[in-house]
T-cell receptor
Framework: DSGVTQTPKHLITATGQRVTLRCSPR?????VYWYQQSLDQGLQFLIQ???????AKGNILERFSAQQFPDLHSELNLSSLELGDSALYFC????????????FGSGTRLTVV | AQSVTQLDSQVPVFEEAPVELRCNYS??????LFWYVQYPNQGLQLLLK??????LVKGINGFEAEFNKSQTSFHLRKPSVHISDTAEYFC???????????FGKGTMLLVSP
């Protein structure tokens, strides 16, 4: 157990739908990162939150949004889902500086049918 | 902007043989470098990291990596691999600060008897 909890582990949904992925960071970590992993694109950085505020944005689609709540858990919302959104979505957490790297959760596998 | 190139998408090797997984990076600033391992159906786990100091860093499970600034490389090595080392290995880079990690596309290490 890495200390980063992601739910659900698997999600199957239809095109056009909206889903919410949840992440609880490791205790004491203030930063949360979301990554999308697919076979063709590899690990793509989506967005980072630090202590409730958006800190960095990567290749995140406009149909996707995220937030970090006061208890530091984070949610990634994916809407108007397309077949191409099928992927593994990872959450990671870290302290303010990344000297110790990230701690990853086990991921949510999203399948859009 | 940083980027990471993992030169081999797949490396097949026999058990007890040595292995080297190659990683090159580009960045305009000083960097932190990381290697992560991903076992099937799991999240990413930190193997080792280079922040500063000695260019040879040792990690978990007998892996080590050497930072070469002139070659902008951070190759991962193990003198004798086991079947259990079969996994995907990711190299990642960040500038020395608070930025996010940029990952390579990964190298699949396939160890056979």
């Amino acid at each position: 157990d890495s200390g980063v909890t992601q739910t659900p582990k698997h999600l199957i949904t239809a095109t056009g739908q909206r889903v919410t992925l949840r992440c609880s960071p490791r205790s004491g970590d203030l930063s949360v990162y979301w990554y999308q992993q697919s076979l063709d694109q590899g690990l793509q950085f989506l967005i980072q939150y630090y202590n409730g505020e958006e800190r960095a944005k990567g290749n995140i689609l406009e149909r996707f949004s995220a937030q970090q709540f006061p208890d530091l858990h984070s949610e990634l919302n994916l809407s108007s889902l397309e077949l191409g959104d099928s992927a593994l979505y990872f959450c990671a957490s870290s302290g303010e500086a990344i000297n110790y790297g990230y701690t990853f959760g086990s991921g949510t596998r999203l399948t859009v049918v | 902007a940083q980027s990471v190139t993992q030169l081999d998408s797949q490396v097949p090797v026999f058990e007890e043989a040595p292995v080297e997984l190659r990683c090159n990076y580009s960045s305009s600033v000083s960097v932190y470098l990381f290697w992560y391992v991903q076992y099937p159906n799991q999240g990413l786990q930190l193997l080792l990291k280079y922040l500063s100091g000695s260019t040879l860093v040792k990690g978990i499970n007998g892996f080590e990596a050497e930072f070469n600034k002139s070659q902008t490389s951070f190759h991962l090595r193990k003198p004798s691999v086991h079947i259990s080392d079969t996994a995907e290995y990711f190299c990642a880079v960040s500038d020395r600060g608070y930025s996010t990690l940029t990952f390579g596309k990964g190298t699949m290490l396939l160890v056979s008897p």
